[in-house]
């Protein structure tokens, strides 16, 4: 990973001389299991940045119509990312959000995110068109098929990963030819 976070590091440091030390948003899109919220992780801890999950903005039930999931990257609240995160964000506020938790149903206490030279939006759907311009950086991470699987079966289990296959893999792969993510992001990267 290192030669990736070398890359990485040195586009950031590139953008924020060539823009004048304004703040920099990134995106790490790209496949389940292929590693988003690990280089997230990594890139947050080492640039001490703050990392929003798209995982945190699935849709509410009341929003889950047959329009919407027809939708390619409809299967996400993408405008509540750039209302509270992203707007607030490029306009030099705080921002602050409420999760939403598929398992209870409900929104979950409200996070802040705090501003910084650097902020990572991580999770698929995160290079959604609607959210496109907001990035300085844009990053897809690829994987196998074959190893998505393994890893989301060593992740996730037998009965989750038949759901990713036959549901959630499936809806990515739509919005990923749909918008042409893979070809558009800034980096494409298979960790």
């Known amino acids: 990973m290192g030669d990736v976070m070398d890359e990485i590091r040195h586009r950031i440091r590139d953008w924020i001389r060539d823009c004048g030390g304004e703040r920099m948003l990134v995106a790490i899109d790209g496949k389940c299991g292929a590693g988003k919220t690990t280089l997230a992780t990594e890139l947050g801890r080492e640039l001490d940045c703050p990392v929003v999950h798209m995982d945190d903005f699935f849709l509410r039930p009341e929003q889950r119509t047959r329009n919407r999931l027809g939708e390619p ?3 996400v ?31 979950s206490d409200p996070i802040q995110v705090e501003l910084g030279a650097v902020v990572i939006v991580e999770g698929s759907y995160s290079c959604h068109p609607a959210l496109w311009d907001f990035y300085g950086l844009r990053i897809f ?3 196998s098929p074959k190893e998505q699987m393994e890893r989301i079966l060593h992740r996730n289990g037998r009965e989750a990963a038949a759901i990713f296959r036959d549901r959630w893999i499936p809806l990515e792969e739509r919005y990923f030819a749909a918008y042409q993510i893979r070809e558009q992001c800034d980096l494409a990267i298979r960790l």
């Open 77 to 107: 609240d993408y405008e509540r990312v750039r209302e509270e995160v992203l707007l607030p964000l490029v306009q030099g506020r705080l921002a602050t959000y409420r999760p939403f938790d598929c398992g209870k149903m409900d929104f």
């Open 141 to 143: 991470l690829d994987i």
């Open 73 to 75: 990257g409809g299967n």
